[in-house]
């Protein structure tokens, strides 16, 4: 890996996190895959060579458990999702060089090798644990397959993860008051032996590997706080069947567990395509291994895309068992946040969902959602959709900015001039707006921002409408014939670079519209230099790029989705959700990039009346008290003076404010918001901050407590 800007001479991987081969596909779950295809695709646009790769996560208790419910084996149930996502994610144009899985013959041995060379390195040693046990159904309970008590929040757990609390991994043993997942016995705790992978020892390679990353900041300074409470070792084998075997001597018939062979995949997979190209194309060891090109001995550019709610594996175990083989180390992660709906987080179980194969079934265009998911919020913030949002994005920037620009323009190219007007060279102040659009899209690459991509588009379209009606073409055609032409040959100019530049947006769009231009080839095979060169000119009759989406169209989905609910709720009220949930409060950025403006969320175009605004409950406040709370990394439990009463407030302050300096702030403090508990501490009210650092709210003159917001 090198810090050179971003494209380098160096072989790049993009890869995306592993779905687990265990459910159907909603929108939610598209907002990695569609980032990482959206980053995977500029890279190439500006010269890198990039191979994408991503594969199904096979094994795993998730797995096994719902296979064994649906009475198949884990295999055969496993494989049946696989072929399914394989052939989900190009329906939106999220196009894979390799698409592998895990259960393959090439991580099977890939995962072997790594093992071996974790040992052989003195990395793993074993020790004797305490494993939940089932009496009655005479079987060992790994992860998914025993429920409990979380340690560190109690909050009910499931397995190897703190889903529903503090999102903390928990080792095997930790859980307390286990309970099988599938019979609902009591489960004892027997003791066995299991190997441990010794990440402690790498706290310090660690800590100075975070330095290094790039990528989104919610990926370091998770980790950077894991580290400071101090490392663990990793066990890395399960008492299971389905999974890979542990290599070499295994008396106890372990497998390893999923979270080791799951990144193994990314290498894996990365094999497989060099394999198929050949290596002169792509050589997945001079990008996964240092030291084996000459060229470029520190490896190539490794940039992981994933869901925050895997930093951990991506920030602390894999780099540490990459580390400990001579693997290349990552040069970035880039983590999202979550998508909601309707302002709630996804569930599977309810049925509240826009499934992915819904939507392409409904007759949408991939491209639009690409849009939505890719640009409508900074990476690490959480979006939200909702039919009316994607209709108002899709209406006014894709058919109102864009499609509005390039249709007007091609098509008054094609009637006056039966093409691109001939033998004039774009003038230089759009050859220069031209050359800022792809400064931008460089700088949003290095910048690991897939929003400011569409962004850099958006804006250069904009300038097109504004310059096509500043000139008046239409006017000049018989005033002055030759600044007529000078400013349609601008506007054709224009709509390549679009073309070139909005590519990983909207790669199928773009390459319809390389064909209306005339140009030759096709738009997934140029770099960005083709957005500066003259345009062919040989245009066909433009049809309009993108449809306007009306709102009767909007009112029937809803209707749809919340007919499906209301199904779904009445015959199951289970409250098992999945990984497109709403955000827990756990953001942790505390980096100053907010202030950029990129990040800025667009203002809502829904009004609210006077009285709706009145319904808020709005006071002064004064923070009385600040104290932690046991197990919440982030909480803080305030006392709120509000002149009539004191109150008991959780908010999520603790990393981001100096806890001893918040006694004897002035807040403010929505006083009617409905009551929650917060690992144990019952919330009355909410204290308002501004932004993803917390900025509290305050007042500028002397508003005493209990004073009214009007
Ligand atoms: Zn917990």
Not at 92 to 110: A, I, K, L, P, R
Not at 402 to 411: A, D, E, I, P
Not at 493 to 501: F, G, P, R, S
Request: hydrophobic residues 35%.
């Amino acid at each position: 890996m090198s810090h050179d800007d971003l494209p380098t001479d160096s072989p790049a991987v993009v890869t995306c996190g592993l779905p687990y081969a265990n459910g159907d596909l909603h929108i939610g779950h598209l907002r990695t895959y569609v980032g990482g295809d959206v980053f995977a695709r500029a890279l190439e646009r500006l010269g890198q060579r990039t191979a994408f790769v991503s594969g199904s996560d096979m094994h795993g208790t998730p797995v096994a458990v719902n296979a064994e419910q649906a009475g198949v084996s884990p295999e055969t149930f496993a494989l049946d999702w696989h072929e399914q996502y394989a052939e989900t994610f190009p329906k939106f144009n999220v196009v894979f060089d390799n698409y592998g899985h895990t259960h393959d013959e090439t991580n099977t041995e890939m995962t072997q090798r790594f093992v071996r060379g974790m040992e052989d390195a003195g990395h793993v040693y074993e020790k004797e644990i305490m494993v939940a046990y089932d009496p009655d159904g005479d079987q060992f309970l790994p992860d998914r397959y025993v429920e409990g008590t979380c340690p560190y929040c109690g909050t009910h757990a499931r397995g190897d993860e703190c889903d529903e609390g503090c999102q903390r991994h928990l080792e095997p043993g930790e859980i307390e008051d286990p309970v099988s997942a599938i019979t609902g016995n009591p489960a004892e705790y027997h003791e066995r032996t299991h190997k441990f992978f010794a990440v402690s020892e790498f706290a310090d390679y660690l800590s100075d590997f975070l330095d290094r990353l790039e990528g989104t900041s919610n990926a370091r300074n998770q980790p950077r706080e894991w580290i400071k409470q101090g490392l663990q070792d990793w066990c890395i084998t399960r008492d299971m069947d389905w999974g890979i075997d542990y290599p070499g001597e295994n008396p106890q018939d372990l497998v390893l567990y999923v979270w080791v062979d799951a990144p193994i995949e990314y290498v894996s997979s990365t094999r497989q395509y060099s394999d198929r190209v050949g290596s002169d194309v792509f050589d997945w060891e001079a990008a996964w291994k240092e030291g084996v090109s000459e060229d470029h001995p520190e490896g190539g550019e490794i940039v992981h895309v994933i869901g925050r709610d895997i930093i951990q594996h991506h920030t602390i175990f894999w780099p540490a068992m990459l580390e400990a083989t001579g693997h290349t180390e990552p040069r970035a992660v880039m983590a999202s946040g979550f998508v909601t709906l309707d302002g709630k987080g996804f569930s599977t179980s309810r049925e509240r969902a826009v499934w992915a194969d819904e939507y392409i079934d409904e007759g949408f265009h991939p491209d639009p959602l690409r849009h939505y998911l890719a640009t409508n919020g900074g990476f690490q913030q959480d979006v939200d959709f909702s039919w009316e949002k994607f209709r108002d994005r899709v209406n006014t920037e894709l058919v109102g900015t864009v499609g509005n620009f390039l249709y007007r323009s091609l098509l008054f190219a094609y009637r006056n001039y039966d093409g691109a007007p001939e033998a004039v060279i774009t003038s230089e102040a759009v050859a220069d707006r031209i050359d800022e659009a792809v400064a931008d899209v460089e700088a949003a690459v290095n910048d690991y921002s897939v929003r400011a991509i569409g962004d850099a588009v958006v804006d250069l379209a904009r300038f097109g409408n504004e310059y096509i009606q500043r000139n008046e073409p239409w006017r000049l055609v018989d005033e002055d014939p030759d600044e007529a032409a000078q400013v349609i040959y601008d506007c054709v100019a224009i709509a390549k670079a679009i073309a070139v530049l909005f590519e990983p947006i909207a790669p199928e769009k773009c390459e319809r519209l390389w064909d209306q231009l005339g140009e030759a080839g096709s738009v997934h095979a140029v770099t960005v230099e083709a957005a500066r060169e003259a345009p062919a000119g040989n245009l066909s009759e433009p049809t309009e790029l993108f449809e306007k989406i009306p709102d009767e169209r909007v009112d029937e989905l809803n209707e749809k989705l919340a007919e499906r609910v209301a199904a779904a709720e009445s015959d199951d009220d289970d409250d098992a959700d999945d990984g497109g949930n709403a955000d827990d409060g756990d953001d942790t950025d505390d980096e100053s990039d907010t202030t950029d403006m990129t990040d800025v969320e667009p203002i809502s175009d829904e009004r609210i009346g006077f009285e709706e605004f009145q319904d808020l409950d709005l006071r002064v406040g004064r923070i009385e008290e600040a104290v932690g709370i046991e197990g919440a990394d982030d909480l803080l439990e305030l006392t709120v003076d509000l002149g009539v009463e004191t109150r008991t407030i959780v908010a999520g302050l603790k990393r981001l404010h100096d806890v001893e300096d918040l006694p004897g702030a002035k807040v403010i403090v929505l006083a009617n918001m409905e009551k929650a508990e917060l690992f144990g501490v019952e919330s009355n009210g909410m204290v308002l901050a501004a932004g993803e650092e917390a900025d509290l709210l305050t007042t500028h003159e002397d508003a005493g407590p209990g004073t009214k917001i009007r």
